[in-house]
């Protein structure tokens, strides 16, 4: 049982350079999410879905896109990379609940130059 | 504008003593809280929670308590030991009957614990 899988571990982009940060998880969680994490901010909500084919918004989207087309994958894109998108970012998933804690992944060290 | 906040950044404690890690939040709509710690080089991991209808969970070392009137929440750890050295994040989850919420956690900026031996 591997839990949340995020690859890769780390990778340096320039500027305006494009990639996808991928995750799979194999709990059969409806929830996934994406977050950064950012020094003395915390981590961050990026995008999550409720489901296979059901995506939103969390608190700092701009500059990533999202899809949901299986329950065991949630692949982040970013389409242009900036230097300001440089930070840690871990995927995480739950089953439905309101006490269903979020599991996550071990994350991606992103820097963009 | 941050809802959840963790004013200490560090806090050292000697092996064996208790450590208190507090949180404070502002969005009443939140309903249920967890703390989580993290490693190095590691993902978050979930330690423990409490939901608003309560004032104290508790499971083996870790304790959380809440005070809503106040909008803080405490993790204590009884007896501090080395290995409980990360960086510690309390959460929160806003109530929602639909569920949609069930996926978004609002995040402290985190507190760095180090138990000496």
């Known amino acids: 049982n591997a839990g949340v899988t995020q690859t890769p571990k780390f990778q340096v982009l320039k500027t305006g350079q494009s990639m996808t940060l991928q995750c799979a998880q194999d709990?059969?969680?409806?929830?996934m999410s994406w977050y950064r994490q950012d020094p003395g901010m915390g981590l961050r909500l990026i995008h999550y879905?409720?489901?296979?084919?059901?995506?939103d918004q969390g608190e700092v989207p701009n500059g990533y896109n999202v899809s949901r087309s299986t329950t065991e994958d949630f692949p982040l894109r970013l389409l242009s990379a900036a230097p300001s998108q440089t930070s840690v970012y871990f995927c995480?998933?739950?089953?439905?609940?309101?006490?269903?804690?979020?599991?996550f992944g071990n994350g991606t060290r992103l820097t963009v130059t | 504008d941050q809802q959840v906040k963790q004013n200490s950044p560090s806090l050292s404690v000697q092996e064996g003593r208790i450590s208190i890690l507090n949180c404070d939040y502002t969005?009443?709509?939140?309903?249920?809280f967890l703390w989580y710690k993290k490693y190095p080089a590691e993902g978050p991991t979930f330690l423990i929670s409490?939901?608003?209808?309560?004032d104290k969970n508790e499971d083996g070392r870790f304790t959380v308590f809440l005070n809503k009137s106040a909008k803080h929440l405490s993790l204590h750890i009884v007896p501090s030991q080395p290995g409980d050295s990360a960086v510690y994040f309390c959460?929160?989850?806003?109530?929602?009957?639909?569920?949609?919420?069930?996926?978004?956690?609002?995040f402290g900026q985190g507190t760095i614990l180090t138990v000496h031996p």
């Open positions: 709990m059969n969680h409806e929830y």
């Open positions: 995480a998933s739950s089953f439905g609940g309101k006490k269903q804690p979020l599991h």
């Open positions: 959460a929160a989850r806003e109530g929602d009957a639909g569920g949609t919420s069930y996926g978004k956690l609002t």
């Open positions: 879905s409720v489901g296979a084919g059901i995506t």
């Open positions: 969005n009443s709509m939140f309903d249920y």
């Open positions: 409490i939901s608003s209808i309560k």
